[in-house]
Every structure is written in C-alpha cells, then in structure tokens.
C-alpha cells in the first residue's frame, strides 16, 4: 500500500471493488453520455437512468479513480465560504438556495443508498466549526448571524466543542449533517446503474469532443458515442481550453488518517476557521483493529504545482493532530488530491458556456465536492428532462465571474506570475544529478525538459510545458506526478495525463 513518496492510498481503496469493467469494442448512440466516473458522473447517470434514458458512462482509469477516491467524505451544508461572503456575493436567497441545495444532497444520497441497499456506513452526525482565537470567534459569530439570515434556526453557539483539547473557544453547532464510506457508495451506484440498463466503461480515456444537435466523445481507441446530451463530469472540464479555468484555481489538499482508541473522539465532523482550514472526522469501520477508530484529519491546502516540498505538509498535520488530539496514536494512512476552488465559492453546473445547448458540465467543487457533485446530478437531470431547478442560475457556469472579483483577479495573477518559469533556470544543470524515484527541470536552450529517474535509474525526458496553457510543470515530490502551477493539469512521470484541463499527455523533449 506504501508508495515510494511515502504516500499511501485513501482509506477507502482498501474495500474491495465491485466488478464494474466493461471494455468499449464498438460505436455506440445513446440518449445521454456521461464523461466521468467521479460522483458527479455516477449521480447524473443513475438519475437519468431511472427517469429511462440510456446512458453510456466513459471513464479513463477506474470508478471513482479521480478525487472521488481521494476525499474524506464529510457532507455538509455548512460551507467553507461561510454564509457571510455567500451573502454578500449571490444576497440572502442566493446564499439560502445554496445552504438548501446541499442539505437536499446531504438527503438524496441517505435516499439513494435506502432505496438501492447500498451499505456505504452512511451516517448523520453533527458538524462543529471552531473558533481558535478571538479573531476567529468575531468571524464564527458573523457565521452566526448569516445563518440566522437565511432561516437555519437549528444552528446555535456552543461554548465548547465536544472535544475539550481542540479549542478553549466557542464552536458553532450545525445538526444533521452526514459522513459515509465514498468507494462502496460508488460501487453501489454503479451496479445500481447497470442493473437499470446503463453502460459503464473503464478504462475509457475521451480524447476529441465534438459539439453538434447529437454530441460525439471519442476514445483514444478511435470508439466513437453518439448521444443526444453530453455531460461532461471529469472535475474539471477537459472539453473547455479557457472560459472556466479563469474562474477557479486548484489546490492540493493533504490527509492523515491516525488511529485513537476507541470512542475517545466522539463521532462527529470538525472544523476551524484557519487559512488553510483543518477538518476532520472519524471512520468508525476501518480502522483496521476493533480497539481502534480511525481520526481523519485533512489540511495544509497549497496551490497546485507552487510547494517545493510538499511532503511537509504531511508533517504540519501530523503534528497539528498530535497536539490537538492528543489521544492520536499511530499514523497509518497519508494521501493527498486535488479541489478546485471557484472564485465566488459556488460550483458551476449546468450547460457549458459558449458551446451547444445539449452539453452540460460539473466543476468548481471546492471542499464540497460529494454534495456538489450529488447536485450536478439533480440539476443536469432537472436540465434534460426540461424540467425547472430552483439551483439552475445560481450554479449557471456561465454566471457572471464579477461577483467574486478579487479572488478573480488575484488567481489570475498568480496565474501570468507562473510564466516567468520560462526564463528562469533549471533546477538542475545534468540529467545525471536526478535521482532515483525523483523528477527535476532542466533547461535545454530555450526550452524547459522534465527529467524522471526511475527505480532502476533510466532518466525519461519529455518537455515540461503543459499543453493546456504553456505553464512549466513541477515535481510534486509526494504523488510522483508533474503538476501545472496554472490550471492545476498533472501528468504521471512518464508524461501521461492525470488530471485536465489537459487533455493529452507531455510532449517529447525537443
Ligand atoms: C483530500 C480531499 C478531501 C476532500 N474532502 C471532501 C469532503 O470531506 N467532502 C466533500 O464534499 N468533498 C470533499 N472533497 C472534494 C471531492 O472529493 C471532489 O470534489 C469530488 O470527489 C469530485 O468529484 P467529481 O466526480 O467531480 O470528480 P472525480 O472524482 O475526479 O471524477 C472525474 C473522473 O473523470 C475521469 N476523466 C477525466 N478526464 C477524462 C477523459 N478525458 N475521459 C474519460 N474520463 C475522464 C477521471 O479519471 C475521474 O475519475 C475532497 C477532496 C480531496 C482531494
Ligand atoms: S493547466 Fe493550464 S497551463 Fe497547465
């Protein structure tokens, strides 16, 4: 289970999978073709499956092989962009839609997994955000108010969270929010899916999308699917170069799963309002030994491609959950992934921007990725159906990037700083000083290569500007990938495309 990086895979890959292997040999037409098999994907799918439609599900790796797999699974409708900024930026009823959009999530995945029998250990559990200093217990009190304007009476101000070393300040108190196992809910759905007629492909990259009164996707193998509606859930769209990857910015995440004794942390979600945030919850079911839970403990967010030594942002968790949990005893998982986080907080679902009507994407998830994904499936359904969404607008990816401005400009910023990657130079002067297991940029005249050394210590070069974009790729030490500073595009050492925007693998090294 250990990678060289010291990474391990989630907690959740280690529940066996379901066989959901279906290899595409042939042209298909459809009613709807789904791009992705992430939670966004599946929920869309097995909704439309039960409204009759016959959908084809194409997915590159495996059933929930891209974030899906990497969350922690928390559900809640207390969003990380605290109702006081939503207030501000989409008004009271903009910000109660929302709030009301994901506690329906929060539902509609307990109803899924009643109807379908799928055991996914869903559970409702409380939601504490804590206050750690009296800046934070100013801002937990604006929370406070902002809740109470949009009508969510059942949060109060507690005193103390259940957990005295977390904090001396007060906590808010939100009832009734969620925690569930994501993989067997995923295989769930999946079998759900195809025993109700719909196709599932793995292993199923979409290299070429073409837009049309009937939508085309067509795989790297030259298949071709026809469908009358295209919804493309691949986390962040691959079937878009520009519009929407200047309104959200990726970030890497990172996660510590510890084991504590038993029942010593009571079951519930947690988190603080630091910059980045901590949250954390239990998994009461995997914690590997029966005297153990195990205490999942996510943070230390960075810009994707912009840490030199990302592998400390493993320690900083560890030792913030040591001190905070000071029950924590051995470490036994450590994983990371990727967020996109919209500039105005929202996602974007729904038709996508300056293409035909009949294409439909889900992105801009942030750290609410399984409600907003569960919500892509509600409204992309609502959408193909022609049937009226309450949510339609305000998820509109074609909204209006204004409303969150600053952010806006500060990521695009960051973005056009990326570029002097260009001129700078490499990281190091020989192929021969990288190391085994390790990737480095060297400059090669005007131009940027990325070197892998692997195991053995045969050095792989392929060029290191992303072909999304341009930006120059960097090793994430970590994940053993190459990640874009820009729009968050990664790539496996051998060059092999990971993560969109990018579509297509590094090219060779001139
Ligand atoms: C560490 C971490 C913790 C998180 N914690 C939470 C949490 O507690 N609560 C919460 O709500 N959210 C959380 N999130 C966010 C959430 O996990 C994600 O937002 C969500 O899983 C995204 O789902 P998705 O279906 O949009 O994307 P994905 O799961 O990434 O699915 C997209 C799929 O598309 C496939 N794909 C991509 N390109 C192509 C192509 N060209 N052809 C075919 N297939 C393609 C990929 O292989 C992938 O499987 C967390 C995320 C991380 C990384
Ligand atoms: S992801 Fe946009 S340039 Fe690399």
């Not at 207390?78 to 930026?89: F, G, P, R, S």
């Not at 507690?158 to 067997?184: A, E, W």
Request: glycine share 10%; charged share 25%; proline share 5%.
């Amino acid at each position: 289970m250990k990678k060289e990086s010291g990474a391990t895979l989630p907690v959740w890959m280690n529940h066996e999978q379901a066989p959901v292997r279906q290899v595409l040999r042939e042209n298909i037409a459809c009613d709807v073709c789904v791009v992705g098999g992430g939670i966004a994907g599946l929920t869309t799918a097995y909704l439309l499956t039960r409204e009759g439609k016959k959908v084809v599900v194409l997915e590159s790796k495996e059933i929930g092989g891209g974030e899906s797999s990497r969350t922690t699974a928390h559900l809640s409708n207390a969003l990380d962009e605290q109702y006081y900024n939503l207030i501000k930026l989409f008004g009271k009823d903009g910000a109660r839609l929302a709030c009301q959009s994901h506690a329906r999530a929060i539902d509609k995945i307990e109803q899924i997994a009643k109807e379908e029998n799928i055991d996914c250990d869903f559970h409702r559990v409380d939601g504490y955000l804590i206050a750690t200093s009296p800046e934070e217990q100013d801002k937990l009190m604006q929370e406070l108010e902002a809740v109470q304007q949009i009508g969510w009476p059942e949060v109060v101000l507690r005193k103390h969270c259940p957990v005295d070393s977390l904090s001396t300040y007060p906590c808010l108190h939100f009832p009734n929010q969620g925690r569930f196992h994501i993989m067997k809910y995923l295989n769930g759905l999946a079998k759900s899916i195809q025993d109700k007629g719909g196709q599932i492909y793995s292993g199923a990259h979409v290299k070429e999308f073409k837009s049309g009164a009937v939508a085309t996707a067509i795989t790297t193998e030259g298949h071709s699917i026809s469908a009358n509606h295209l919804v493309v859930a691949t986390n962040t769209p691959v079937n878009d170069k520009f519009a929407i990857h200047t309104k959200q910015a990726p970030y890497r995440t990172y996660v510590v799963g510890v084991q504590v004794p038993k029942d010593s942390v009571p079951d519930a979600l947690y988190w603080d309002l630091k910059d980045p945030y901590h949250y954390v919850r239990l998994q009461k079911e995997t914690a590997g030994d029966e005297t153990f839970d195990l205490l999942i403990v996510g943070g230390a967010d960075h810009k994707t491609g912009q840490h030199d030594n990302p592998a400390e942002c493993f320690e900083e968790l560890e030792r913030w959950t040591r001190l905070k949990f000071p029950m924590a005893e051995q470490v036994i998982y450590r994983w990371s992934g990727q967020v996109y986080e919209p500039v105005d907080g929202l996602a974007f679902i729904g038709r996508n921007p300056g293409d035909e009507d009949n294409v439909y994407i889900a992105t801009g998830d942030s750290g609410h990725g399984m409600t907003h994904g569960t919500i892509s499936g509600m409204l992309i359904t609502d959408l193909i159906m022609e049937r009226p969404n309450p949510w339609a607008k305000l998820y509109d990816p074609g909204r209006s990037g204004l409303k969150g401005v600053g952010e806006y400009l500060k990521e695009n910023l960051n973005v056009a700083v990326q570029m002097k990657d260009h001129i700078t130079p490499g990281e190091v002067d020989d192929q021969m000083e990288v190391l085994p297991g390790t990737g480095r940029i060297l400059r090669k005249g005007a131009t940027k290569v990325a070197v892998y050394c692997d195991p053995n210590g045969v050095r792989h070069q392929h060029s290191a500007v992303c072909p999304h974009l341009g930006c120059v790729v960097s090793w994430n030490s970590v994940e053993s990938s190459w990640d874009c500073p820009c729009h968050g595009s990664r790539f496996d050492p051998y060059g092999k495309v990971v993560t969109g925007p990018a579509n297509t693998d590094l090219g060779p090294a001139k």
